[in-house]
């Protein structure tokens, strides 16, 4: 496989201040798979009613597909099928499992499970984007930007689009303050523009949430943002752009919100909180994973971890380690030759970051 040509280093002195937290309001392009299910749009609209720390300059729609399930989920209805079915090896076959069970239980095939393709799923989201727009009552004008309507094929063939012309041009714009880059899906649009524009490395600041600790043994093959574009994802962090990485197994998890808060604090909040309990009460996920009730169930707000970060870090702890890149099994390795370090979440304020949330609903519906 090709790599792209070398990126320019940034001195160490520049890395630091640009991994240090924000202490102020922050210049921020959202990067996003809006529509794959229904955590973005609960961090979006977030990001919109925090205009005193977040500078929204653009958002950019993400591509996203789950066809990627489609033969681990087949095999798992072979094997209930043959009623020969082995114990699960790991959680994500036991999800495999467990989806396969509910279908058959619902009658359904799985062969008729329906799996977006990367262009409509981008389109979804370019579409899901502007919808929360508009339930937040906000102007999207000049601010929303179709992106790659494929992933990349090689680190070396970025995909051009509307949205990675726009991220240059902001990054490339003059100014004392990085932009930060939110990335809450695949990272295809800032891969790529990165590959197209390596004069940005030094000038942005990218968060993304996907995978596992670093400390972790496991591969990250459970990880929907980092599986989809592999080779976007392994220029992340071997380019060198300042990275602020966000596990979303263990920590992104733990912030899991139930139907009766969604009752108590959502719903009734102006059109963005009957917007959000709408979505919520119809998950796409659960149509498509067969799941049909909310009877002890709680479902993860994964993406709202980096908007929480760039709101108050002390809610999201985070230290300095070094860079890893993955190996051939999408495993936590370390990088040979120098060391860049980056900033990497180790705990979370699950509390507090929903008070807040809760409390910025509650004041727009007045």
Same mark, same amino acid.
């Given at each position: ?25 922050v210049r921020v392009v959202i990067d996003t798979d809006t529509a794959n ?23 950019? =729609? ?37 989806? =396969? ?55 070396? /063939? ?10 240059? /041009?902001?990054?490339? +714009? ?18 790529? =523009? ?117 709101? +108050? ?30 900033? +990497? ?22």
């Open positions: 496989m090709s790599a792209p040509a070398p990126f320019p280093k940034i001195p160490p002195q520049r890395r630091a201040r640009l991994l240090d937290p924000p202490t102020g309001p299910e229904i955590d973005d749009q609960f961090a979006l609209m977030w990001a919109l009613q925090s205009p005193d720390r977040i500078r929204i300059e653009a958002v950019l =729609a993400e591509p996203y597909s789950f066809a990627h399930h489609r033969p681990e989920l087949l095999a798992a209805a072979a094997r209930l099928e043959s009623q020969d079915e082995p114990e699960p090896e790991n959680a994500a076959i036991d999800a495999f499992s467990g989806w =396969a069970r509910r279908l058959a239980e619902a009658g359904r095939d799985v062969r008729d499970v329906e799996f977006v393709d990367p262009p409509e799923g981008m389109e979804r989201s370019y579409s899901e984007i502007l919808r929360v727009y508009d339930r937040a009552g906000a102007d999207p004008d000049g601010l929303v930007f179709r992106g790659a309507a494929r992933y990349m094929p090689a680190p070396d /063939e970025p995909v051009d689009s509307p949205a990675v012309r726009r991220l240059i /041009e902001l990054a490339l +714009e003059p100014s004392d303050d990085p932009l930060y880059v939110v990335a809450i899906g695949c990272v295809t649009n800032v891969a790529s =523009a990165i590959v197209l524009e390596p004069a940005i490395i030094d000038r942005i600041v990218v968060l993304w949430t996907s995978g596992y600790p670093t400390w972790s043994p496991r591969s990250n093959t459970d990880s929907l943002n980092l599986v989809q574009d592999v080779p976007a994802s392994r220029i992340l962090f071997e380019s060198g752009v300042p990275l602020i990485y966000f596990p979303g197994y263990y920590i992104g998890a733990q912030l899991r919100l139930s139907l009766p808060e969604m009752e108590r604090w959502v719903q009734g909040r102006g059109p963005a909180g009957d917007f959000l309990h709408e979505l919520y009460t119809n998950n796409p996920l659960h149509e498509q994973r067969a799941i049909d009730d909310h009877f002890g169930r709680t479902w993860v707000m994964w993406d709202m971890i980096t908007i929480a970060w760039l709101i +108050e870090p002390a809610w999201v702890p985070t230290g300095l380690v070094p860079t890893p890149t993955l190996d051939s099994e999408l495993r936590w390795i370390p990088q040979e030759g120098e060391q860049r370090l980056m900033r +990497e979440a180790h705990g979370i304020d699950r509390d507090a970051i929903f008070r807040d949330f809760f409390r910025k609903l509650d004041a727009g519906a007045r």
